[in-house]
């Protein structure tokens, strides 16, 4: 089966009618809403939910184009990023249950999905990685470089920080 040209497709794992799929629609729209929610709020929630948006678009666009199907991508990403975050209280107790769950989740796909899809998701959660950082060392460099005393209230600059 393959999903090129067609968004729904990849959204719903082919036609969405065979028990796989339905296993896969239940297991990856879980860890996406999941890690999604973790991840947003676990920095800044509008920076976050940029990165989530690109990362978004690269899986729906990656599988627009290749013909792939499926949203794992983006809950790899969103494991790897919010890996990087400090938790805390309930946030903590969250944060294990969905990194037991995304654990689960690899574990499985590795025994019963093609070996590429296992790449996929090493790929993803090293892309989730290095986005946070990327955007946490941009961030960094912003407040080091701001002079607060002559930025207005209004810039673009100073509303990201």
Not at 34 to 39: I, R, Y
């Amino acid at each position: 089966m393959s999903c090129t040209g067609d968004l729904l497709c990849v959204l719903t794992y082919g036609d969405g009618s065979a028990a796989d799929a339905k296993l896969d629609i239940a297991i990856n729209y879980t860890l996406l809403f999941a890690t999604a929610a973790l991840f947003i709020f676990g920095g800044p929630p509008k920076r976050r939910a940029a990165i989530l948006a690109f990362f978004a678009a690269f899986q729906l666009g990656l599988c627009y184009v290749i013909g792939c199907a499926g949203v794992s991508m983006i809950w790899c990403a969103c494991a790897g990023g919010g890996a990087l975050d400090h938790h805390s209280g309930r946030r903590l107790v969250a944060f294990r249950v969905v990194s037991a769950a995304v654990v689960a989740s690899l574990i499985y796909y590795a025994m019963v999905a093609e070996a590429i899809t296992d790449i996929a998701h090493v790929c993803a959660l090293t892309m989730g990685f290095l986005v946070v950082q990327a955007d946490e060392l941009y961030t960094r460099r912003l407040e080091r470089d701001a002079d607060y005393e002559t930025l207005p209230p209004g810039t673009p600059r100073a509303r990201l920080l």
